[in-house]
């Protein structure tokens, strides 16, 4: 597969903490998280910690928002610092106790889910102002769409900035079959009449390797960086699409049968995302140049489709 992640491993990390924290650090390792961070945890002064080091820095100043805006409501592991080394940016948090849940035997996975719901359930009970806009979440706090759908739509705009810039290309310089994502984007599309009308927080990569737990409650939900305001629906399904044995979607409509939650138009704001997630992951591993994982989408895919 084709990385994206800046080249640096521990060494190079120890000795840019050491230049930023001004002493050495301890118990350096790297954690296997993100697409394009390179993440590390480590101590100082004998408290846990994990740094981001990134090419680009609006994400890592946007943790830190994330942090100062919810943290009191949610498990936001607290950040530090961020700033500016060498051309590399970088941000130091604090490290949530435990570890991540997809790192617990399945049969204990299924026991924490409840309370990964309750957490999402917290994030849809938060009163979002409507003015803030909708979409990724400047390092500032707002965002630029006038509605969820736009924000939508603007995920597979061809002028496309950053990762996907000119993303179409992928037509003739990859495997992404034309046909096959147009027939699932207009499925999605069909959709989109279902989706609320009032923003949510929305985490953007709501998986079990992002929370962390002490094996019974989440201790911490971190990597916030593609944060958004939209529909929260859309983080059931990020966690929903890659695991679906664990049967999240049926865990949090138990618990909002418990608070006598109501979730309007929930199988169509599921199908919704389902099938955008899986067209989304189409291009990513065409642009990856990641085959296996891009034949695996198109089954699941396939199998939406039909």
């Known amino acids: 597969m084709k990385s994206f992640k800046l080249n640096m491993d521990v060494h190079e990390a120890a000795e840019k903490l050491a230049n930023i924290l001004g002493s050495p650090v301890t118990a350096l390792s790297p954690?296997?998280?993100?697409?394009?961070s390179r993440v590390f945890s480590f101590e100082w002064n004998g408290r846990p910690y994990v740094a981001h080091f990134k090419g680009t820095k609006d994400s890592l100043e946007k943790a830190s928002y994330m942090y100062r805006k919810y943290g009191?409501?949610?498990?936001?592991?607290?950040?530090?610092?961020v700033g500016e080394m060498d051309g590399i940016f970088y941000s130091i948090s604090?490290?949530?106790?435990?570890?991540?849940?997809?790192?617990?035997?399945?049969?204990?996975?299924?026991?924490?889910?409840?309370d990964v719901?309750?957490?999402?359930?917290?994030?849809?009970?938060?009163?979002?102002?409507?003015?803030?806009?909708?979409?990724?979440?400047?390092?500032?706090?707002t965002a630029k769409d006038a509605s969820w759908v736009e924000t939508i739509e603007a995920f597979f705009k061809e002028d496309s900035d950053g990762f996907y810039q000119d993303w179409t290309r992928l037509y003739s310089e990859s495997f992404l079959e034309k046909s096959?994502?147009?027939?699932?984007?207009?499925?999605?599309?069909?959709?989109?009449?279902?989706?609320?009308?009032?923003?949510?927080?929305?985490?953007?990569?709501?998986?079990?390797?992002?929370?962390?737990?002490?094996?019974?409650?989440?201790?911490?939900?971190?990597?916030?960086?593609?944060?958004?305001?939209?529909?929260?629906?859309?983080?059931?399904?990020?966690?929903?699409?890659?695991?679906?044995?664990?049967?999240f979607p049926k865990t949090l409509q138990n618990l909002c049968d418990e608070k006598e939650?109501?979730?309007?138009?929930?199988?169509?704001?599921?199908?919704?995302?389902?099938?955008?997630?899986?067209?989304?992951?189409?291009?990513?591993?065409?642009?990856?140049?990641?085959?296996?994982?891009?034949?695996f989408?198109?089954?699941?895919?396939?199998?939406?489709l039909s």
């Open 31 to 36: 954690i296997e998280m993100g697409e394009l």
């Open 72 to 81: 009191s409501r949610l498990p936001i592991p607290k950040v530090s610092k």
């Open 94 to 114: 604090d490290k949530a106790v435990g570890k991540p849940v997809s790192a617990f035997p399945p049969s204990q996975q299924t026991a924490i889910l409840k």
């Open 117 to 141: 719901a309750m957490n999402l359930v917290l994030m849809g009970r938060l009163d979002i102002d409507r003015s803030t806009g909708y979409g990724w979440i400047s390092p500032e706090g």
């Open 180 to 247: 096959l994502f147009e027939e699932g984007y207009s499925a999605m599309m069909e959709l989109l009449p279902y989706v609320p009308d009032r923003p949510f927080l929305v985490h953007g990569d709501f998986h079990l390797g992002n929370m962390l737990s002490d094996g019974i409650k989440v201790t911490g939900i971190v990597d916030w960086e593609i944060a958004m305001y939209g529909d929260f629906m859309f983080d059931v399904v990020g966690l929903h699409f890659w695991n679906p044995l664990l049967g």
């Open 261 to 295: 939650i109501e979730i309007p138009h929930f199988d169509e704001r599921l199908r919704c995302y389902m099938l955008m997630k899986a067209i989304d992951a189409l291009r990513f591993y065409a642009k990856q140049e990641a085959k296996p994982s891009y034949d």
């Open 297 to 304: 989408i198109k089954d699941k895919l396939k199998a939406l």
